[in-house]
């Protein structure tokens, strides 16, 4: 069987190791203004308790929480814009609930077969014991796999963003750790207006039919790990938070 391409997830994601075992990662979703997204809700894939927002179109997610004490957070495209194909073998929302399910994450990232999958790049966190972030490239004939220090990050879709544009919002964030204390509230600020004046490099877009449409942000914080989603274009707020975290 084979998937018509995906929907462009096309996002903006920051993450923040915070003392300990936490982090806040904040990820903007760029979509086309038409489609619909649901509400993270609480799903059982197999034997593992998730917590996503689903696209109600294609079904799947670009940001999830595992029983498993994982993240994985999608960006559409791997290191450059790449031509798409009209069909694939699987859809990359597989990928984000088949790592979500894993007991051994990066051995799970190692040994997925991707042939036939869409490129794109994932983030992923892991705290079954200490903090482990994880970068994973996919561009479509090999997967780059990289261990992260615990330090700040950003990333730009690639199929969205230029490499130039990508150095001029990695400059603004340079800009705003150095000018104000990393919070949920100051980076939530961050994601909405960084780059305000900057037309079609601001972090939250507007390109009449694409826009920037939801923000969710995750917070792990010693034992309470909470989501939470704000749809941009329905002024709904959703907090939830995920029980039964492994510190």
């Known amino acids: 069987m084979k998937y ?11 993450l923040i190791p915070t003392q300990e075992n936490n982090f806040i990662l904040t990820s903007n979703r760029d979509e086309a203004i038409h489609r619909k997204t649901l509400l993270p809700e609480f ?15 294609a079904g799947g997610t670009w ?20 031509e798409r194909l009209s069909a694939y ?12 399910e894993a007991d051994n994450l990066e051995k799970a990232i190692q040994e997925y077969n991707y042939v036939g999958v869409e490129p794109f790049t994932i983030v992923a966190v892991n705290w079954q014991s200490d903090l482990s972030l ?16 615990k330090e700040t990050h950003i990333w730009s879709s690639s199929t969205l963003y230029t490499n130039k544009m990508k150095g001029m919002r990695e400059d603004w964030f340079e800009t705003f750790k150095n000018n104000n204390i990393l919070t949920p509230g100051t980076l939530l600020d961050f ?20 826009k920037t449409m939801s923000i969710t942000q995750i917070i792990k914080n010693e034992e309470e790990l909470t989501m939470r989603y704000e749809n941009l274009l329905g002024k709904e707020i959703s907090t939830v938070v995920f029980e039964a975290i492994t510190a």
Request: with cysteine; net charge positive; glycine share 8%.
């Open 4 to 14: 018509l391409v995906d929907p462009n997830f096309m996002c903006t994601v920051t």
């Open 63 to 82: 940001i999830g929480l595992s029983d498993k004490n994982t993240l994985i957070c999608l960006l559409n495209g791997g290191f450059e814009v790449h």
């Open 43 to 57: 799903y059982q894939v197999n034997k593992t308790r998730m917590l996503f927002p689903k696209d109600a179109l």
């Open 134 to 149: 994880f970068e994973l490239v996919w561009d479509g004939q090999q997967k780059h796999l990289r261990s992260l220090e």
């Open 89 to 100: 073998r699987q859809s990359r929302g597989v990928v984000v609930k088949d790592l979500l």
């Open 191 to 210: 994601h909405k207006n960084a780059g305000i004046g900057n037309k079609d490099v601001d972090l939250q877009i507007d390109r009449g039919f694409l």
